[in-house]
């Protein structure tokens, strides 16, 4: 089936640096991916729909320049929070769509903010 | 946007016996209806998915029943194991856009 690559699984960084999230399609191109956010006992919430080849679109609260997203190629999307503060301590979670229509998840990241 | 919440945050069974999880939804939009397998410290897996035109499928151990007259979904799992023990998500989408209720916790005594 189809697998979605995510990494790192976690990190801690320090407050004010950057760090950036790769999710991969290993066997499949996707053309479109997702990036989610899980607080703690908590659903996921979308953040932004990433868009091969043009710019990311963000869901309403998310700051742009604060969560950068790149989607270069038709399996590489990538995430960078840059300045993290500790309240962006999160689990982070791409996902892509196959050209079948399913969607499949990525492992997950978590962010610790020290 | 879609709203999609879950009736109990929380869900004990006893192994074997069968587990039924309920989603409701707002927005009658939705062309799927989805649900997902998250287990601690891991992204969601896809269990089952229903289009908004039907009112049932079934899958290995596991069913979904829509009804879109009090729009709601359920997710029924079978003879439920110890491994079925995470939390449950339901979602709805229209294209590509994707919502998530808030999660049932699944717990699987033995």
């Known amino acids: 089936g189809a697998v979605v690559s995510q990494h790192p699984s976690w990190v801690i960084c320090k407050s004010g640096t950057s760090v950036k999230i790769e999710c991969r399609s290993l066997?499949?191109?996707?053309?479109?991916m997702f990036w989610y956010r899980q607080f703690p006992k908590q659903s996921l919430m979308l953040m932004a729909t990433s868009n091969e080849g043009s710019k990311a679109t963000y869901e309403q609260g998310v700051e742009k320049d604060k969560f950068l997203i790149n989607h270069a190629s038709l399996t590489l999307s990538t995430l960078t929070v840059t300045s993290a503060h500790p309240e962006d301590s999160s689990f982070y979670i791409c996902?892509?769509?196959?050209?079948?229509?399913?969607?499949?998840f990525g492992s997950g990241t978590r962010l610790t903010v020290v | 946007g879609e709203s999609v919440g879950l009736h109990l945050p929380t869900l004990s069974v006893q192994e074997g016996d069968n587990s039924i999880i309920n989603c409701a939804y707002s927005?009658?939009?939705?062309?799927?209806f989805i649900w997902y397998k998250q287990e601690s410290g891991k992204g969601p897996q896809f269990i089952i998915d229903?289009?908004?035109?039907?009112d049932k499928r079934q899958g290995q151990r596991v069913t979904v029943l829509l009804n879109k007259t009090v729009k709601h979904l359920s997710l029924q799992i079978a003879a439920t194991q110890p491994g079925d023990s995470a939390v449950y998500f339901c979602a709805a989408r229209r294209v590509d856009d994707m919502r998530f209720g808030a999660g049932t916790r699944l717990t699987v005594k033995p």
């Open positions: 229903i289009r908004s035109n039907m």
């Open positions: 066997d499949f191109q996707a053309t479109t």
């Open positions: 996902s892509a769509r196959e050209n079948r229509g399913g969607y499949t």
């Open positions: 927005n009658s939009a939705s062309d799927y």
